[in-house]
């Protein structure tokens, strides 16, 4: 593909007045390409959720553009937003958020139900299967564990395909086997079906799946490793909090 | 989007309860008042009645029927009133979830939708609900209206199946109305709030809630004052519009009096947790203090209402006879009062069975006393507002109060008929309109035969001379056995209070229904904001409270808001008391208002014992479980 997945240009988000407001997103540049897992780190802060925020649409910008999926959504009206949530974009939290409700494959087909689009069951239940809870299909979410939910929310970003996952510490409230699990998904979507994942996470080990890593400080990029691995994530990260 | 709502209507149920009953409250009691009312629309009356008995259950089917509209409408807006409170409440109680449905893709034309949906399904479970309720409610409306005297013991109220449409329409129409501005609000939400921790509560003090706070409350000022100009029916609607739109306007700004009431109890209190929640719950607060602001302002406001205007008939009577005494008896032996000594002037008004038709209008068979126009004019002070008293010689006729409004023009002959004997009598002039009703026909006693004025109820007012003592006179009448002889003063007294008894049996039945539609809005508000704050009460349980202290906080603070209420809706009542005080010293040139003092401290006790045991069981309830457990779950 020839655009990026997710690009950021010269983005800055004031909160409060102009003159004495907090920047929480100070001139931040990035590009996030097709096919890519680009994870954010950085200290209590600096800006991470606000970037994923500013970057899936869900909070405007100050100033600076914001290109998703190659449109432009900066200025974007509510049902552009909308229909991006519908087809082209996906969450991932840390507390799940799924409808209590309704049933695992319930919540899974709901997207596509709110885009008017038709799932089968079939569909449904091939996709509960691949991040196996086929089983857990009539379930609800409090009837499910903490790891299984979040594997339910993971089937509902897959099943409309959307180009970008945004994930804010998705494995955050997971024992480490789940987290596994979560993670080894979140691997399968971007090597399998070619979709981009932009996350944030605080863990070193969660950050060094991913292809980059991005690090901010006082809401600006103060570092990015490509290929990291845990250490070289810890050491930097510890070196950006003393 | 319909599985969904009819999902959370079932998961949820606890949200919806209070609404589903206000709505079946508010089908039943409309269908119920539908049936009645058709009923009293073609009343089937017994033949062999005598014209008065005629007249009389005639004028009761209409009273009846006024109570019944009064009460459908009533209960329409109390039942729109609540829904849409619960709504409003229960839009900000899910407000995670709903961002979620728009984080997930959906519209905010879904979301609209999906509010919608439930209305319906509230509208059609409370219309299912309240059409059995219906059929009770119509047997207890029609039991109380005879029991109070408006109906006859043999009046029944057919079953329709038309009511079960109205009903249908009704159900769903209320629901509807309730829930259209909380889905406006609710599709107004982000769906970044669906990643907050706890949801962050949205602005109270939308603009449409200034809009609707500030309009209504312009409109509640506007008819205080056009009630100091208005005449008593006027003034009267004025008061019951008052009730309801300042009801809605103390409602809507409730929010910006309770951080102030936070305050004081700030002052009082420092440093509590009390404080902190009222400060912090605005909008909690704001739902269980407007149910009461519409208990206290429409109870208060009606009984003033009726009190004050009652009172001041009474007055108006006392300064509309130009004497000291009024004696009670027949015809024949009213006549001997001039000859008592000590008498100047005894006006005889015998209150005779005769019929007096107006063209094409129905004829009148009561409220006609014959008088002697020279005593009549010399007792009383009433100035007639077309025509000379002197005139009423002859075959003539005087328009009383009570035909004020009917525009009988002082030329026109009016036929009559008096024991068989046939009558035309010219119109020569009439009395202006009263407080109370009044005579409807003032004739001369004279164009009379004997046996009609002679055995008629009559009431002498009785003007003593100077020199003498009144008390003195009073004694020598009842010593010639003429019959009962009362002051004026006390005379006016009674009458008032012969009137107020009558308003104040359908005042019985208006704020039996307010009281029992703001308990369960009350006691609805109460255990949503209770229930809902389980996790909240687990954080101040770890935090180091112990479970009666959580209790006693909440309890602490549901009743400073019943308080807030309460405050609030005497203000509006206030208000509603101002304009019908205006419009009576208008009127009749002094103030007089009624405060009900023993309904205040009835309503106040027992609302705030409601809130408060309902609000202690509700935090008892909620705090069972172990507070780790609450903390720790997640969905």
Redesign the interface.
């Known amino acids: 593909m020839s655009f990026p997945a997710v690009e950021l240009r010269q983005v800055t988000r004031f909160y409060g007045a102009r003159n004495t407001g907090v920047a929480a997103l100070d001139g931040v540049s990035l590009a996030c390409p097709a096919g890519t897992w680009t994870a954010v780190m950085g200290p209590s802060g600096s800006g991470k959720?606000t970037l994923l925020?500013c970057a899936a649409g869900?909070?405007q910008v100050t100033t600076g553009r914001v290109v998703l999926a190659g449109r432009d959504i900066t200025a974007a009206p509510?049902?552009v937003l909308?229909?991006m949530?519908?087809?082209t974009i996906g969450?991932v939290?840390q507390?799940?958020?799924?409808?209590?409700?309704?049933t695992a494959e319930q919540n899974v087909a709901?997207?596509l139900k709110?885009?008017g689009i038709r799932a089968s069951r079939k569909d449904v239940r091939g996709v509960l299967g691949s991040v196996g809870l086929a089983d857990r299909a009539t379930h609800r979410?409090?009837e499910l564990s903490?790891g299984q939910?979040q594997r339910v929310a993971i089937a509902?970003a897959m099943i409309?395909r959307p180009a970008v996952l945004f994930a804010?510490e998705p494995t955050g409230?997971l024992d480490s086997h789940s987290a596994k699990v979560v993670l080894e998904l979140l691997r399968d979507m971007v090597r399998g079906a070619g979709q981009s994942i932009v996350m944030v996470t605080h863990d070193p080990a969660v950050a060094a799946g991913a292809d980059a890593v991005v690090f901010l400080a006082d809401g600006r990029i103060a570092d990015r490793l490509d290929a990291p691995t845990t250490h070289q994530v810890a050491d930097r990260l510890a070196r950006l909090e003393s | 989007m319909l599985r969904m709502s009819f999902r959370t209507f079932l998961e949820r149920w606890q949200l919806f309860a209070g609404a589903v009953l206000s709505v079946a409250a508010g089908v039943a009691l409309v269908q119920a008042s539908f049936m009645v009312l058709v009923a009293t629309g073609e009343p089937r009356i017994p033949e062999g009645l005598s014209r008065q008995e005629d007249d009389r259950i005639r004028e009761g089917f209409v009273g009846a029927a006024t109570v019944m509209g009064m009460t459908a409408f009533l209960a329409m807006f109390l039942a729109v009133f609540i829904v849409s409170s619960t709504f409003a409440f229960t839009v900000d109680q899910r407000r995670r979830d709903l961002a979620l449905l728009r984080l997930t893709g959906g519209s905010r034309g879904q979301v609209r939708v999906l509010l919608l949906s439930e209305s319906v399904l509230l509208g059609l479970v409370g219309s299912a609900l309240g059409v059995p309720i219906g059929l009770g409610a119509k047997h207890a409306q029609t039991w109380l209206l005879v029991e109070i005297g408006l109906l006859p013991d043999w009046f029944a109220a057919p079953w329709r199946w038309q009511a079960v449409a109205v009903a249908g329409v009704i159900g769903v129409g209320v629901a509807l109305t309730g829930v259209f501005a909380a889905s406006l609000r609710a599709a107004r939400i982000r769906p970044l709030e669906a990643l907050r921790e706890t949801g962050r509560a949205g602005r109270v003090m939308t603009t449409s809630r200034w809009l609707l706070g500030l309009s209504s409350a312009a409109c509640t000022v506007a008819m205080v004052v056009w009630a100091h100009g208005a005449n008593l029916i006027g003034a009267m609607l004025a008061a019951l519009g008052i009730s309801m739109v300042g009801a809605v306007a103390m409602s809507t700004l409730s929010p910006l009096v309770v951080p102030f009431t936070a305050w004081l109890l700030g002052l009082l209190l420092p440093g509590s947790l009390v404080v902190a929640s009222l400060r912090d719950g605005v909008r909690r607060s704001a739902a269980t203090a407007s149910p009461l602001i519409v208990l206290v302002s429409l109870l208060l406001g009606l009984a003033g209402t009726f009190g004050s205007l009652a009172a001041a008939g009474g007055e108006e009577a006392k300064r509309s006879v130009n004497a000291q005494l009024v004696v009670t008896s027949t015809g024949a032996r009213a006549e001997r009062l001039p000859g008592i000594e000590g008498v100047a002037v005894a006006s005889r008004q015998n209150a005779v069975d005769i019929t007096i038709t107006a063209g094409e209008r129905r004829s009148v068979y009561s409220g006609i006393i014959a008088v002697d126009a020279a005593d009549y004019a010399r007792t009383h002070a009433l100035v007639p507002t077309h025509g000379d008293l002197n005139a009423l010689t002859g075959d003539t006729v005087f328009v009383g109060p009570a035909q004020h409004s009917e525009w009988i023009r002082a030329g026109e002959v009016l036929t009559a008929e008096a024991e068989g004997i046939p009558l035309s009598l010219t119109v020569v002039g009439g009395l202006p309109e009263t407080l109370e009703p009044g005579e409807n026909f003032v004739v001369p006693r004279r164009i009379l035969p004997p046996p009609v004025w002679e055995n008629a109820p009559t009431e002498s007012v009785v003007q003593v001379e100077t020199e003498q003592n009144p008390d003195v006179v009073a004694e020598r009448i009842e010593r010639a056995g003429i019959g009962e002889v009362s002051t004026v003063a006390d005379w006016a007294e009674a009458r008032a209070g012969r009137n107020q008894a009558g308003n104040m049996k359908i005042l019985t039945v208006l704020m039996g229904l307010a009281g029992l539609y703001a308990l369960m809005a009350v006691v609805n508000s109460v255990v949503i904001a209770g229930t809902e704050r389980r996790r909240e009460f687990a954080v101040f349980r770890v935090s180091g409270l112990s479970r009666p202290q959580v209790v006693r906080t909440a309890v602490a603070e549901a009743t400073s808001v019943a308080v807030i209420g309460l405050v609030l809706g005497c203000a509006v009542a206030g208000a509603g008391l101002a304009g019908i005080g205006g419009s009576v010293r208008a009127a009749i040139g002094v103030t007089v208002v009624h405060v009900p003092w023993t309904l205040l401290a009835v309503v106040a006790t027992g609302s705030l014992a409601v809130v408060a045991v309902t609000s202690g069981i509700t935090a008892l309830s909620a705090t069972r479980q172990r507070p780790v457990s609450l903390i720790a779950t997640k969905e």
């Open positions: 959720s925020h869900l909070e509510d049902g909308t229909e949530r519908r087809r969450f939290f507390n799940f958020n799924l409808i209590g409700s309704l709901f997207p709110l885009a979410p409090r903490g939910q509902r409309s804010d409230a």
